[in-house]
């Protein structure tokens, strides 16, 4: 970091009358962290990074070697709009590093960040567009229930949708922060929203999704509501996605985009797609990290179970959306918000990458409804299945080394170790449905 870039960012901390910097990471299961510091401190944190003790922090370091740096990120710095102008707080993303001087192999930010250093070898930008979900839930007596806040559906309005004001107020503090919003809406389910944010660079995006969680959980608390992001918090209705919008620029020019073929789909689209695919299953256990999780991804709610893509039908995994030139891309509808969403788009790109470098190509396009196929259908097809639960998509990610090679060793092996206990701890828990299925009977 350069002398007068730093000297430029003092000066503007000083300007917005900041007190206190809040320099955030996040961890492997993409919480947000962060270190709170006053603006005394601006000067250090910026120059030589503040040190930190990681062996606290999930999926980090053992003790023995848990002295780190955490180096903000100038590019990241934002007001917190939420708090007093008089008394102001800005946050800065920080990289990760080692008390010896490395970048930690384990922050989730490096990983995302080396993987698309290696497709800028090739000439590649890679840009992501998710499309959160979330439930706005009451609180009683200060705890989060299920307990829907209004009785809204699909794009309704007020005086449907109680929740439009809180919605309002979100989308404010996000433009405050940098976000250009492009949309805002109820979502299927009672008390479901959406908010979507124009696309970026990956690692851009990925900051911006850990930072719109954090700005919609603060907003909500602060009218009695608490924001969910859970992958399906209510049996028998919709659960919350991360449909995410990808795609590949090169000098300038989206490298999706042909406009002499049929579906106006370059080479370079199609075998990203096929890379995609071939590795699907393992990409799950990132995009999909929780027990949880594996309740949404099951037909009949607009979630995908299947390996397929299409240039339209919604059931498919992979869905190429209707408009062409600059904004052509694919939509790749597993993800949900409970990701860290450095790991999925490291994944995503590591396979959409192989894909392009050795011309992989995709099966044909799905136009039928595949929830409505037999199963003879889709063997038929060769549609494969998504992993059914944690521990099978752990399992497909052990087997892929292109996508272990891409995370790290020390990512796969923290990733192990969480899987291992959270499939250990549901798999010997008495459930309530246990209890209703078979106390009275035997």
């Known amino acids: 970091m350069s002398r007068d870039a730093t000297s430029a960012m003092l000066e503007r901390i000083e300007k917005d009358n900041v007190k206190f910097l809040r320099l955030q990471f996040t961890d492997l299961l993409g919480m947000p962290k962060n270190v709170a510091i006053p603006v005394k401190q601006a000067e250090k944190a910026l120059t030589g990074g503040i040190g930190f003790d990681g062996s606290s922090i999930e999926g980090f370091v053992r003790i023995e070697e848990s002295d780190m740096v955490l180096k903000p990120d100038l590019s990241t710095y934002t007001l917190l709009p939420w708090r007093f102008q008089e008394n102001a707080e800005a946050r800065f993303v920080c990289d990760v590093y080692m008390a010896s001087g490395r970048p930690f192999e384990g922050d989730p930010r490096y990983v995302l960040r080396r993987v698309m250093e290696d497709a800028a070898k090739d000439g590649y930008v890679f840009n992501t567009g998710p499309e959160l979900e979330f439930f706005l839930?009451?609180?009683?007596?200060?705890?989060?229930?299920?307990?829907?806040?209004?009785?809204?559906?699909?794009?309704?309005?007020?005086?449907?949708?109680?929740?439009?004001?809180?919605?309002?107020e979100i989308i404010i503090a996000l433009t405050e922060m940098g976000f250009e919003i492009e949309a805002s809406h109820h979502e299927v389910a009672e008390s479901q929203h959406e908010i979507d944010f124009k696309y970026s660079d990956a690692l851009h995006t990925a900051d911006n999704v850990i930072t719109f969680k954090f700005a919609v959980k603060t907003m909500a608390l602060m009218r009695g509501l608490h924001a969910s992001f859970m992958a399906k918090p209510i049996y028998g209705i919709c659960g919350s996605g991360m449909h995410t919008n990808c795609s590949l620029a090169k000098d300038g020019a989206n490298a999706f985009y042909d406009p002499d073929t049929s579906l106006q789909l370059s080479e370079t689209c199609m075998h990203f797609i096929g890379g995609l695919l071939k590795h699907a299953r393992a990409i799950t256990r990132v995009a999909n990290p929780t027990i949880n999780s594996y309740k949404r991804l099951v037909p009949g709610y607009e979630a995908p179970c299947y390996v397929s893509w299409s240039a339209g039908n919604r059931s498919a995994l992979v869905r190429v959306p209707t408009p062409r030139g600059n904004s052509t891309r694919v939509e790749f509808r597993s993800p949900d918000p409970t990701c860290n969403p450095y790991l999925a788009f490291a994944a995503m790109l590591t396979a959409g990458m192989e894909g392009v470098r050795e011309k992989i190509e995709p099966p044909a396009g799905v136009d039928r409804n595949i929830y409505h196929m037999t199963t003879d259908d889709r063997r038929c097809a060769g549609i494969e299945t998504l992993p059914a639960d944690l521990a099978e998509a752990h399992q497909a990610l052990l087997a892929d080394d292109l996508i272990c090679r891409a995370l790290g060793s020390h990512v796969v092996e923290a990733l192990t170790n969480v899987a291992q206990a959270e499939w250990d701890a549901y798999r010997t828990t008495v459930h309530p449905w246990e209890l209703e299925r078979y106390l009275a009977t035997y």
């Open 137 to 168: 839930f009451r609180m009683l007596d200060g705890r989060p229930t299920t307990q829907f806040q209004d009785v809204g559906g699909y794009f309704d309005l007020a005086p449907t949708d109680l929740a439009e004001d809180v919605r309002r």
